[in-house]
């Protein structure tokens, strides 16, 4: 299976400042035959269900706010909040959809300062 | 707009077979991977497998062979049975819309194995 892993496990950010969440896979998630990085990100507030975020490693899913970017290739991504709002506080994941087995990162808690 | 809904029982014994349906209201089953994924109580995920509309099931090797996915494509509703259930498979159990992304998520179900 591919290793996700997440830094930091969790964030604190004042509001308005930036919020970077990193994620490593174990092996590439760039397809050579399509160029596309097969990461997604999600965020999971409390009792609610992941939440699509970014697919393909940088592209934003409809009615996702533009402070949510994503970016990175190969191996290493990042999830980046422009400018944190109250509502952002959540745990995010990224997950691989590269290979068969699909896995995902552990988590990182993003709370206010 | 494509809904997702897990039904099934709460509880489940030790040693007896969790079973869970999914329906799906909205959409077609002929272009998409239909997924179930868990959540621990620590909050991770762990993806359980997908089957698509020809009765095509992929599993994650980690459950061996304790799982079955099926799907009924007349009644818009594919289903999880996971025999043998042991406390480890205390989870928020989802499922899911895939198309190459796992985009459409059930508001998914707690099932707590316990005698």
């Known amino acids: 299976d591919i290793e996700m892993t997440q830094s930091p496990d969790s964030l604190a950010v004042s509001l308005g400042e930036r919020a970077t969440i990193n994620c490593k896979s174990s092996?590439?998630?760039?397809?050579?035959?399509?160029?596309?990085?097969?990461l997604a990100w999600f965020q999971q507030k409390p009792g609610h269900p992941p939440k699509l975020l970014i697919y393909?490693?940088?592209t934003r899913e409809s009615g996702v706010p533009d402070r949510f970017s994503g970016s990175g290739s190969g191996t290493d991504f990042t999830l980046t909040i422009s400018s944190l709002q109250a509502e952002d506080v959540a745990v995010y994941y990224c997950?691989?959809?590269?290979?068969?087995?699909?896995?995902f990162g552990q988590g990182t808690k993003v709370e206010i300062k | 707009q494509v809904q997702l809904q897990e039904s099934g029982p709460g509880i489940v014994k030790p040693s007896e077979t969790l079973s869970l349906t999914c329906k799906v209201s909205?959409?077609?089953?002929?272009?998409?991977?239909w997924t179930w994924l868990r959540q621990t109580p620590g909050k991770t995920l762990e993806w359980i497998g997908y089957?698509?509309?020809?009765?095509?099931?992929i599993y994650n090797p980690s459950l061996g062979s304790r799982v079955t996915l099926s799907i009924d494509t007349s009644n818009n509703e594919f289903s999880l049975d996971m025999q043998a259930a042991t406390a480890a498979d205390t989870a928020v159990y989802y499922c899911?819309?895939?198309?190459?992304?796992?985009?459409?998520w059930g508001q998914g179900i707690l099932v707590t194995v316990s005698s």
């Open positions: 997950q691989q959809y590269l290979s068969q087995v699909r896995t």
């Open positions: 092996q590439t998630l760039l397809y050579s035959v399509n160029n596309h990085n097969y």
């Open positions: 899911a819309r895939e198309g190459n992304y796992l985009d459409r």
């Open positions: 089957i698509i509309y020809t009765g095509t099931a």
């Open positions: 393909w490693a940088s």
């Open positions: 909205g959409d077609s089953f002929g272009y998409y991977s």
